[in-house]
T-cell receptor
Framework: DTEVTQTPKHLVMGMTNKKSLKCEQH?????MYWYKQKAKKPPELMFV???????INESVPSRFSPECPNSSLLNLHLHALQPEDSALYLC???????????????FGEGSWLTVV | RKEVEQDPGPFNVPEGATVAFNCTYS??????FFWYRQDCRKEPKLLMS???SGNEDGRFTAQLNRASQYISLLIRDSKLSDSATYLC???????????FGAGTRLFVKA
């Protein structure tokens, strides 16, 4: 079972709504990630936090706003999304590149987002 | 050229068959390499890390050739439960930017 937990598992939101996806890990990892995955496609990296600081933003539209309140928590705030943003949003964590095991990434079960 | 390229699928094999997946990556400065497995509507799960010396875990063997920028996964004695999508994953320079190949779908049939 995954030690990265995501809530909610399913979310339906309107294009004018504001909602948030939440992620928590209890492995003492120092890096946390958001990925987006569309059907029959691989996960696409959105954001990386290292030691609670944003280290990578893959040119994600500003309607997605990440937040890392502490080393165990990661949020993704959603506002004014479009129907094409409907996807599986995966949170992940890792020890980081210097943590040994080659920065193995562990995923949560994901949040299925539908924008209507 | 894509940063990580995998064999196009799907692979349809009978139980007991041996199947090999290949993957190439474009950035020679890539740092670490993995195979993940993803079942339908589930999250990707680590199958194994890949090292230049090769590594084996039961029926699964992974190999990295840095000179050719090539990664492979061999599954022996395929089981029905091996049916899934297999994702080749590469960590780029700096170690955080993790790039997934498009995935290869495997169907193992009785």
């Amino acid at each position: 079972d995954t030690e990265v937990t995501q809530t909610p598992k399913h979310l339906v939101m309107g294009m004018t709504n504001k909602k948030s996806l939440k992620c928590e890990q209890h492995m003492g990892h120092r890096a946390m990630y958001w990925y987006k995955q569309k059907a029959k496609k691989p996960p696409e990296l959105m954001f990386v936090y290292s030691y609670e600081k944003l280290s990578i933003n893959e040119s994600v539209p500003s309607r997605f706003s990440p937040e890392c309140p502490n080393s165990s928590l990661l949020n993704l705030h959603l506002h004014a999304l479009q129907p094409e943003d409907s996807a599986l949003y995966l949170c992940a964590s890792s020890q980081g590149p210097t943590g040994g095991s080659g920065n193995t990434i562990y995923f949560g079960e994901g949040s299925w987002l539908t924008v209507v | 050229r894509k940063e990580v390229e995998q064999d196009p699928g799907p692979f349809n094999v009978p139980e007991g068959a041996t199947v090999a997946f290949n993957c190439t990556y474009s950035n020679s400065a890539s740092q670490s390499f993995f195979w993940y497995r993803q079942d339908c509507r589930k999250e990707p799960k680590l199958l194994m890390s890949v090292y230049s010396s090769g590594n084996e875990d039961g029926r699964f063997t992974a190999q990295l050739n840095r000179a050719s920028q090539y990664i492979s996964l061999l599954i022996r004695d395929s089981k029905l439960s091996d049916s899934a999508t297999y994702l080749c994953v590469v960590n780029g320079p700096g170690g955080f930017k993790t790039i997934f190949g498009a995935g290869t779908r495997l169907f193992v049939k009785a």
